[in-house]
Structures are given as C-alpha cells and as structure tokens.
C-alpha cells in the first residue's frame, strides 16, 4: 500500500473554517495522500491562506453556471495522475487517521474492484 499514489477530489463552495480542519485530518492519514484536488466554486469565495498554509492542495476554481456534480468531480480526476482516486464532500470529516488505509486496503484486498 506504500506505493500507491492516492488522491483525493473535494468539490467546494464558499468553505468555512472548517475546511483547514479537513485537510489537516486529510494530511495525518496513516496512508499518505499525494495531492488533495479542489474544485472550487467561485474564486471570490477562497480562502488563498489554505494554499500557503497547506502544500498538499491543488486548487482548480470554476464559475457557477461550469458546477455539476458528475461533471466537475470528472475534471478533478482528469487532474489526477494517481492510481486511487477518493472523492469526498467538503464537510466529510475523517474520524481518524485510517480512512485513506481503509478504503485503499479494500482495493488492494480485491485488485478486481
């Protein structure tokens, strides 16, 4: 599980404060994240501390009318070079360290999923 290469696809809007406490849980994970992707909604919106802050994010914006949930989620992964792909909401918080290890075991555990 060491060399896989996981990213993680967050669909934003107008996050609050509590998106630094998402990454910084995302950041901790026992399995190693590459590159959390965002996908903003409206630039005015973002919070450009959280790309200094945090190296880990990559950071797309988009307008508005361009959102749709299938769509938008399809062009993070267009972004992504990684083998997994997680794609999480922006008020998805992780319990604890094992979320990544959990759901990249399972995988690793059924290489036909």
């Known amino acids: 599980m060491e060399n896989i290469k996981v990213d993680v696809i967050i669909p ?27 996908m903003n909604t409206e630039e005015t919106y973002w919070n450009k501390e959280l790309e200094e802050k945090f190296s880990i994010l990559e950071v797309h914006h988009l307008k508005k ?17 990684a083998e997994i792909l997680v794609f999480m909401t922006q008020d998805a918080m992780p319990a604890d360290r094992e979320l990544i290890g959990a ?6 555990e059924n290489p036909q999923a």
């Not at 630094?20 to 901790?28: D, F, G, N, S």
């Open 12 to 38: 934003a809007y107008h996050p609050g404060k509590e998106f630094a406490t998402l990454i910084k849980r995302l950041e901790k994970q026992s399995v190693s994240i590459h590159r959390i992707i965002v």
């Open 65 to 81: 009318q361009e959102f749709d949930h299938g769509a938008t989620r399809r062009r993070g992964a267009e972004l992504s070079d």
């Open 103 to 108: 759901l990249v075991g399972a995988l690793a």
